[in-house]
């Protein structure tokens, strides 16, 4: 798939989605909504942590429907705004209508691949969920270090390819392709090597996703200039006892919640990055 045709698609979906325009936030209670909540409710504790933060220039790249943004304005920073999906405009100035801040948030149209702003501009920036639709990630990587001033931070979110919930099928998919042999590869199985192919998020929908290796990912991140200074994973899926329902549901969330309040307070090799989503936070050095 051709980079423009997978940015066509992504902002049809986005554009369309009301789950994606706030419905995750407020009415959804499924796995995936209380996960989404959990994303902004983690990335909030994890920068309220930094000793040296404080408020100035933010930017959120793939702003959505502004629940960040919002959060980032109570925090006192003047925000900026950049997302590929026009009517995440009209979404956030209908969140903001009334709030007293609105006028320190400025937002634009764009994709993280061509940031328009200027080199060192921000002393936080941004982006959650966003990478995954990427072909691959070396231009936005680029993008999103560039407009970070030395000192200052770059949080990013992914999902993880490693986690409890789908390693198993990590295991398979390279078990196949050692037994067909690299030359039979199928194209789609063309990727970065810091990220494969997910299939489960892209039931239903006609654009790529991918799913990434945090370890190589943090390496990338950090080269040349960054150092990551916290990170963690959360989401445990317990797939096949949700799906055979023989667990009742309150028990499996308060398991998950055990989970990543555990492996969040002490480290165990993989298993403190053993959750389905990942969140970074990388200081620039220099």
């Not at 198993?168 to 998919?173: A, L, Q």
């Not at 006892?241 to 969330?253: D, S």
């Amino acid at each position: 798939m051709e980079t423009e045709e997978q940015k066509k698609k992504v902002t049809t979906f986005f554009d369309e989605s009301k789950d994606w325009q706030g419905g995750l936030y407020h009415t959804e209670d499924t796995y995936f909504a209380r996960v989404i909540r959990r994303r902004k409710l983690y990335a909030f504790e994890m920068l309220r942590k930094l000793p040296d933060l404080q408020p100035g220039k933010a930017l959120d790249v793939g702003f959505g429907s502004g629940v960040y943004i919002e959060e980032l304005l109570k925090m006192g920073f003047e925000c900026s705004g950049t997302d590929i999906a026009p009517e995440m405009i009209e979404t956030i100035k209908k969140r903001l209508n009334g709030n007293a801040s609105a006028g320190k948030v400025h937002l634009l149209i764009g994709d993280v691949e061509h940031l328009p702003f200027k080199d060192a501009e921000f002393d936080l920036v941004l982006c959650i969920g966003v990478l995954g639709y990427l072909l691959s990630d070396e231009k936005a990587l680029r993008e999103l270090k560039r407009v970070v001033r030395p000192g200052g931070y770059l949080l990013i979110n992914l999902t993880n390819t490693y986690s409890l919930s789908d390693i198993d099928y990590v295991w398979r998919k390279k078990l196949r392709s050692l037994l067909r042999g690299n030359s039979n590869a199928a194209p789609e199985d063309d990727h970065p090597d810091y990220a494969v192919p997910s299939p489960w998020m892209m039931k239903n929908r006609k654009f790529h996703f991918k799913s990434y290796n945090v370890w190589k990912y943090r390496r990338l991140v950090e080269n040349p200039n960054f150092t990551c200074v916290d990170a963690m994973t959360y989401g445990f899926e317990f797939r096949l006892l949700r799906r055979i329902k023989v667990v009742p549901e309150r028990i499996l969330f308060a398991a998950e919640l055990f989970l990543e309040k555990f492996f969040r307070k002490f480290t165990v090799p993989y298993f403190s990055y053993s959750g389905w989503v990942y969140t970074g936070i990388f200081k620039r050095l220099s």
